[in-house]
Each structure stands twice: as C-alpha cells, then as structure tokens.
T-cell receptor
C-alpha cells in the first residue's frame, strides 16, 4: 500500500524563524512529489518535484527531493504570520493520475 | 478568470437524502478528481476521471457516485448509503499532457448532517 508520511504534524514558530517540513514516502512507481499550502479552503500549489537533488525555489520557500532516501523537505526562511497554514505533501505514483496525500503539517507563525 | 468553481460552499443533508456537489472548471483540463478531507487527515480520493464519459473509483468510493458528461463538469452525488458524509469535499483538475502536471483545487464544499 502506498504511504506518505509528514512530520512534524504541527509546529509553532516565531516570525523570522526558519522551518523545515518533512515528507517521506513509500510508493510503487514514483512519478512526482507535490507540495501544497492550505489556508482553510483550496490547497494552493507550491512545487512539483520529479528529479533528485534539484532545488525548487519561490521567494522564501524552497524544496528538494531525495529519490534514493525517499523523502522531500520544504524550507521556509524568515517566516511571516501569513505563512501560517497546513502544508500538504502528495505523491503521484503508479499508472493513474491521482495523488496520495500525507496528513499535513500545521504551521503557526506567531508575531 | 480561469478556475475551478465548487458549489455550494456549505450543504446540509438530512437522513436518507442524496445530495449533489457541483464542480465546474474552465481551465480546459482533461482530468478531474474528488477528494474528501476529514479533520487531522490528509485528502482521500473518492473518484477521478481522465476523460469525458469515463471515471474510476478511488480509495473511498462507497456511498458516492459521479458522472462526466462534459469536460468542464464533474458532479459528485453523496448517497444515503454514505453513513458518515460530514466532511470537506475538494474537487481538483489537471491536464493529462504534457506529462506530470499539477492538480489545482476548488474552494471546497463543507457537508454536514442535519
């Protein structure tokens, strides 16, 4: 059975801190790993990773995939209160197009 | 504006009642998906459709039904057979090609039992 595990499940930091969110996976026929940010409503797409070792970056957010060790990390530097959200990791595997999601990491950034 | 529209935002179901959640997209995406989200849980796949007039069951299809008569629309019916329907329902869509396209989500429908 395909499995996606995120850690930690929740995290509280102060504004300005740097955080690292983890996602490990065990799937058959890996195709891609995606990160989403969810603030109460629709998850919004952050990154899609398909190749090991290539960092994807968008502003203060970055992510990297290790296909040998089967994990990905999402880094957020200089956190702001607007970064408070649930961060979802999902893996696309097998022959279909559907995503397997982890339970998410709930991040709270305090002023 | 291009996007995915889910309606209604909030829905209440009585015992024994079927309800239908709407999902429409104008992104010209080929594939559409329905997920269910419960508190403290990740998203779980209910049904998905890669092309018109074809759909496949996901991990938790029991008690749900779908149709895909048009490319833009993928309605989900929660039947009375679904004994625990209270959840947040998310619709998503994506292109099938080129390879490896991300799914984009609507704003969701929150369903509760009366």
């Amino acid at each position: 059975e395909d499995k996606v595990v995120q850690s930690p499940l929740s995290l509280v930091v102060h504004e300005g801190d740097t955080v690292t969110l983890n996602c490990s996976y065990e799937v058959t026929n890996f195709r891609s790993l995606l990160w989403y940010k969810q603030e109460k409503k629709a998850p919004t797409f952050l990154f899609m990773l398909t190749s090991s070792g290539i960092e994807k970056k968008s502003g203060r957010l970055s992510s990297i995939l290790d296909k040998k060790e089967l994990f990905s990390i999402l880094n957020i530097t200089a956190t702001q209160t607007g970064d408070s959200a649930v961060y979802l990791c999902a893996v696309e595997a097998g022959s279909g197009y559907a995503l397997n999601f982890g339970k998410g990491t709930s991040l709270l950034v305090t002023p | 504006d291009g996007g995915i529209t889910q309606s209604p935002k909030y829905l209440f179901r009585k015992e024994g009642q079927n309800v239908t959640l709407s999902c429409e997209q104008n992104l010209n995406h080929d594939a559409m998906y329905w997920y269910r989200q419960d508190p403290g849980q990740g998203l779980r796949l209910i049904y998905y459709s890669q092309i018109v007039n074809d759909f496949q069951k996901g991990d938790i299809a029991e008690g749900y039904s779908v149709s895909r008569e048009k490319k833009e629309s993928f309605p989900l019916t929660v039947t009375s057979a679904q004994k625990n329907p209270t959840a947040f329902y998310l619709c998503a869509s994506s292109l099938n090609t080129p390879y490896n396209q991300p799914q984009h989500f609507g704003d969701g429908t929150r369903l509760s039992i009366l």
